[in-house]
């Protein structure tokens, strides 16, 4: 069939118009235009290395190409870069058929969970199927039309199988609009069959034309804004959580100043850290299960709760436990409807930004003012907090090494105003909620949407590739590590320094202790040699890990600190690099921050002959009488 007849055509592979199309893309937001697809990750297999390596070798001059070392990687560095340009710019990634498309999906879940844009190029089955089974598939019993490529649909928020060379005219457009969509956006997969990414079409040239994706601020509906109002008027004890909607918006003032003038104490989720950026006696810090105390007992008085582009996940909720006024009530602002309808809140399906701007002129017009009383509360417990950290955190105990708390708070002073921290998974991302300082323009990068291990050194050399900031730092456990250390390989290569504070405490210490609080019992979770008497592996020796030779052996500038005086000295040298670096810091294993003590659903064993494992079943069930429903 002869479509677009009388438009002018360049004859193109399909994946010589992607890489065109692609370059051509462009969003824009607030006035400020950019490419939004910035670069293209890869790893060639027989799948895509004569179809997308050719396209990019010819036509990908504007779309620079990165290699990593793993493909989970690689989508955990897109992710990264996408979040510190606030979703305003991305990057693609393209993969082999079988295990290097599949190694993708723990990273396309953590986009899709953490709503960050990243576009997803995997190989898949030849579409004429003329050759048979290919090498890395499954051959199912009860479908042709089925590959391994299919497991991406369950994490993607768009999937599509192209098997003719014209089906991208529509696929691509609707990838660009959900990617650019703040309500839609997360993983994004176009899946291209091996044999249609070389087979040519003669595409209209105008398909591949300048496109501006406007991203736009939705405009909070008046009705929804009167009726917060309403419910803020009547408010005596008002809180706001702050999520990452409050970053991705942009809304760092207009969250301050309308915190402020209603002195509505505020507490943040781990993505939403750093939504207020100076220092204020209202600021709670990380709220939840793994947040302040302080923050923890405002929550839990609070008669009114103002969400803020946040999806509201467990942690932050205490799995619907953390909210115990008997009047509570909801508001959230979110773009996403599904998550401003959660715990039954007043939804306003609009920008953070705007919706803040909105209220804080309502309020005022109604004269709305500080519930001093409640006010003076937040003080008393942020001051409380503050100097249990300076008393039992950030010091150093005799014959004890330093604690993670303590080089937290070695950080908050050595960080300059221009650098920003990536962590991810285990105890870290927690204690960095509670005491990482984000005055002075210091800036914290969290991935705990998915909790997910490994993320730290891609995600932190995606965040080095956008230019935006002085100094990348990781703040990573020895566990954490063991994931993904080979990606340090890509951060030499790319040039793109990053600096590795690595807290060695011999193992998965969350999971650790979180096992030893439900079954009071430790498995598998320390690096412990296998004993040889017990066979089991807890009762091992510890290994003795040289992670500084690791590092050195990629070609890292190395330090090992073990008191305040050399960290400190080791975080100046390495700003003075131009490579990556690492500082290796033993640390307590065992000694943690003051916990919350907001209450988290975790099932125990409901049968167990063990007395040890009963007695923590029944005590940690003895919370679940705070959980509720609020709907």
Same mark, same amino acid.
């Given at each position: 069939?002869?479509?677009?007849?009388?438009?002018?055509?360049?004859?193109?592979?399909?994946?010589?118009?992607?890489?065109?199309?692609?370059?051509?893309?462009?969003?824009?937001?607030?006035?400020?235009?950019q490419r939004f697809i910035q670069g293209i990750w890869g790893i060639f297999g027989h799948g895509n290395v004569s179809g997308m390596s050719q396209a990019l070798v010819e036509y990908g001059q504007d779309l620079p190409y990165h290699k990593p070392c793993n493909e989970q990687s690689m989508v #955990?560095?897109?992710?990264?870069?996408?979040?510190?340009?606030?979703?305003?710019?991305?990057?693609?990634?393209?993969?082999?058929?079988?295990?290097?498309?599949?190694?993708?999906?723990?990273?396309?879940?953590?986009?899709?969970? *953490?709503?960050?844009?990243?576009?997803?190029?995997?190989?898949?089955?030849?579409?004429?199927?003329?050759?048979?089974?290919?090498?890395?598939?499954?051959?199912?019993?009860?479908?042709?039309?089925?590959?391994?490529?299919?497991?991406?649909?369950?994490?993607?928020?768009?999937?599509?199988?192209?098997?003719?060379?014209?089906?991208?005219?529509?696929?691509?457009?609707?990838?660009?609009?959900?990617?650019?969509?703040?309500?839609?956006?997360?993983?994004?997969?176009?899946?291209?069959?091996?044999?249609?990414?070389?087979?040519?079409?003669?595409?209209?040239?105008?398909f591949f034309d300048k496109r501006v994706w406007r991203i736009e601020r939705s405009i909070p509906n008046p009705v929804r804004i009167k009726e917060a109002i309403e419910l803020l008027k009547q408010a005596k004890k008002p809180y706001i959580i702050a999520g990452g909607g409050i970053h991705y918006?942009?809304?760092?003032?207009?969250?301050?100043?309308?915190?402020?003038?209603?002195?509505?104490?505020?507490?943040?989720? #781990?993505?939403?850290?750093?939504?207020?950026?100076?220092?204020?006696?209202?600021?709670?810090?990380?709220?939840?299960?793994?947040?302040?105390? *302080?923050?923890?007992?405002?929550?839990?008085?609070?008669?009114?709760?103002?969400?803020?582009?946040?999806?509201?996940?467990?942690?932050?909720?205490?799995?619907?436990?953390?909210?115990?006024?008997?009047?509570?009530?909801?508001?959230?602002?979110?773009?996403?409807?599904?998550?401003?309808?959660?715990?039954?809140?007043?939804?306003?399906?609009?920008?953070?930004?705007?919706?803040?701007?909105?209220?804080?002129?309502?309020?005022?017009?109604?004269?709305?003012?500080?519930?001093?009383?409640?006010?003076?509360?937040?003080?008393?417990?942020?001051?409380?907090?503050?100097?249990?950290?300076?008393?039992?955190?950030?010091?150093?105990?005799?014959?004890?090494?330093?604690?993670?708390?303590?080089?937290?708070?070695?950080?908050?002073?050595?960080?300059?105003?221009?650098?920003?921290?990536?962590?991810?998974?285990?105890?870290?991302?927690?204690?960095?909620?509670?005491?990482?300082?984000?005055?002075?323009?210091?800036?914290?990068?969290?991935?705990?949407?998915?909790? *997910?291990?490994?993320?730290?050194?891609?995600?932190?050399?995606?965040?080095?590739?956008?230019?935006?900031?002085?100094?990348?730092?990781?703040?990573?456990?020895?566990?954490?590590?063991?994931?993904?250390?080979?990606?340090?390989?890509?951060?030499?290569?790319?040039?793109?320094?990053?600096?590795?504070?690595?807290?060695?405490?011999?193992?998965?210490?969350?999971?650790?202790?979180?096992?030893?609080?439900?079954?009071?019992?430790?498995?598998?979770?320390?690096?412990?040699?296998?004993?040889?008497?017990?066979?089991?592996?807890?009762?091992?020796?510890?290994?003795?890990?040289?992670?500084?030779?690791?590092?050195?052996?990629?070609?890292?500038?190395?330090?090992?600190?073990?008191?305040?005086?050399?960290?400190?000295?080791?975080?100046?040298?390495?700003?003075?690099?131009?490579?990556? *670096?690492?500082?290796?810091?033993?640390?307590?294993?065992?000694?943690?921050?003051?916990?919350?003590?907001?209450?988290?659903?975790?099932?125990?064993?409901?049968?167990?002959?063990?007395?040890?494992?009963?007695?923590?079943?029944?005590?940690?069930?003895?919370?679940?009488?705070?959980?509720?429903?609020?709907?």
């Open positions: 069939m002869n479509f677009y007849s009388s438009v002018k055509k360049k004859r193109l592979t399909l994946s010589q118009a992607i890489v065109k199309y692609l370059q051509a893309q462009y969003s824009e937001y607030d006035g400020q235009e #955990h560095a897109t992710t990264g870069f996408a979040r510190a340009k606030r979703r305003k710019a991305t990057m693609a990634c393209t993969t082999s058929i079988g295990p290097g498309a599949t190694n993708m999906i723990t990273g396309a879940a953590t986009a899709s969970i *953490c709503r960050i844009p990243v576009l997803l190029l995997p190989s898949d089955y030849y579409a004429s199927r003329y050759g048979g089974t290919v090498l890395q598939d499954i051959d199912h019993l009860s479908s042709e039309d089925m590959s391994v490529t299919d497991t991406f649909r369950v994490v993607s928020r768009f999937f599509d199988r192209i098997t003719r060379p014209e089906q991208i005219l529509t696929s691509l457009p609707e990838a660009m609009r959900i990617l650019t969509n703040p309500s839609e956006t997360g993983a994004v997969t176009i899946s291209l069959p091996q044999d249609i990414q070389g087979y040519a079409y003669n595409y209209p040239t105008h918006s942009e809304a760092w003032d207009e969250l301050e100043n309308f915190a402020e003038q209603f002195g509505i104490p505020v507490g943040e989720t #781990h993505a939403g850290r750093g939504s207020i950026r100076n220092a204020s006696d209202i600021l709670l810090g990380g709220t939840g299960h793994l947040g302040t105390p *302080c923050a923890a007992k405002i929550a839990e008085e609070a008669d009114l709760v103002l969400c803020i582009g946040t999806r509201l996940h467990d942690f932050v909720t205490g799995s619907n436990s953390a909210f115990q006024n008997p009047n509570v009530k909801f508001i959230s602002i979110n773009v996403n409807g599904r998550d401003a309808y959660k715990l039954g809140a007043l939804p306003i399906t609009a920008d953070a930004k705007l919706s803040l701007e909105a209220l804080q002129q309502e309020g005022a017009k109604v004269g709305i003012q500080p519930q001093r009383e409640w006010v003076f509360k937040a003080k008393y417990e942020k001051e409380s907090w503050e100097n249990l950290k300076l008393k039992e955190v950030f010091t150093q105990y005799r014959e004890e090494k330093m604690s993670q708390g303590h080089l937290i708070g070695i950080l908050n002073d050595e960080m300059d105003e221009s650098d920003i921290l990536v962590a991810a998974a285990g105890t870290i991302p927690a204690d960095l909620t509670k005491l990482f300082d984000v005055s002075g323009g210091k800036q914290l990068h969290l991935e705990f949407g998915n909790s *997910c291990m490994g993320y730290d050194i891609p995600a932190a050399i995606g965040v080095r590739l956008t230019e935006l900031y002085n100094d990348v730092y990781v703040l990573m456990g020895d566990g954490n590590y063991q994931m993904h250390p080979m990606e340090l390989v890509t951060a030499i290569q790319e040039r793109a320094k990053i600096t590795i504070l690595l807290n060695v405490n011999f193992g998965y210490q969350s999971i650790h202790g979180h096992q030893k609080a439900l079954v009071g019992y430790s498995l598998g979770n320390e690096f412990k040699i296998r004993d040889p008497e017990s066979r089991l592996l807890d009762e091992g020796t510890f290994i003795e890990i040289d992670y500084a030779k690791n590092a050195e052996s990629i070609g890292l500038k190395t330090w090992v600190a073990h008191n305040e005086s050399e960290l400190r000295s080791a975080i100046q040298k390495a700003k003075q690099e131009e490579n990556s *670096c690492m500082i290796v810091v033993p640390t307590e294993k065992y000694r943690s921050p003051p916990g919350s003590d907001v209450w988290w659903e975790v099932v125990g064993a409901e049968v167990t002959n063990d007395p040890k494992t009963r007695e923590l079943v029944e005590s940690r069930e003895a919370g679940r009488a705070k959980q509720r429903f609020y709907y």
